[in-house]
């Protein structure tokens, strides 16, 4: 099976412009969920989303938002980009979206806001 | 709230040493807990696992041991390799949705 991917890897944008990052789920995977990672706040949730509805959502500003697809794939959107909101971003899948299951991790996607 | 403090890094060591990350968690309800790494480069991998009191979670040779009295999940290994040069990161979740809370991450080099 196919693990989960994300697209791009890499990329650089400068402040004021806005992103959008792709995550597709392990096959089967209901349940997507996103991770900020940076050096000085380590690992953050960001949102989580469940058969196209965001379930659960992280204490980060409106500017960050996302969306689920019918075929589980998610996107996620940052506008206005901040010095900031440079940071690897990872997107996680699982089964049924329990708190128990083992979530699976993508390579992430690095970004870098100049 | 919830949260999850481990032990500050880096930890070195040499080949065939024992490791012990701890791992100390304030949760409300019944979280489970996890052990990831990530190694350079790459993103998470889940280590193990343990989704109730008492259940040890064990992995290529790695284990924790969920400690309800403690509130703690210390991670253990009883001979690291070079291999085993990572960040290691303690997590957990509340039963009700799948939001990883992680601990600030622990650095591991092993030298030959």
């Known amino acids: 099976k196919a693990g989960v991917t994300q697209t791009p890897r890499y990329l650089i944008k400068t402040r004021g412009q806005q992103v959008t990052l792709s995550c597709s789920p392990i096959?089967?995977?209901?349940?997507v969920s996103w991770y900020q990672q940076t050096p000085g706040q380590g690992l953050q949730f960001l949102f989580e989303?469940?058969?196209?509805?965001?379930?659960n959502k992280g204490n980060f500003p409106g500017r960050f938002s996302g969306r689920q697809f019918s075929n589980s794939r998610s996107e996620m959107n940052v506008s206005t980009l901040e010095l900031g909101d440079s940071a690897l971003y990872l997107c996680a899948s699982s089964l049924g979206g329990q708190g128990s299951e083992t979530q699976y991790f993508g390579p992430g996607t690095r970004l870098l806001v100049l | 709230g919830n949260s999850v403090t481990q032990m500050e890094g880096p930890v070195t060591l040499s080949e065939e040493a024992f490791l012990t990350i701890n791992c100390t968690y304030t949760a409300t309800g019944y979280p489970s807990l996890f052990w990831y790494v990530q190694y350079p480069g790459e993103g998470l991998q889940l280590l193990l696992k343990?989704?109730?009191?008492?259940d040890k979670g064990s992995n290529k040779g790695f284990e924790a041991t969920y400690r309800k009295e403690t509130t703690s999940f210390h991670l253990e290994k009883g001979s690291v390799q070079v291999s085993d040069s990572a960040v290691y990161f303690c997590a957990l979740s509340v039963q009700a949705g799948t939001a990883l809370i992680f601990g600030k991450g622990t650095t591991l080099s092993v030298s030959s």
């Open positions: 096959s089967g995977h209901r349940s």
């Open positions: 343990a989704t109730k009191a008492d």
């Open positions: 989303y469940f058969s196209e509805t965001q379930r």
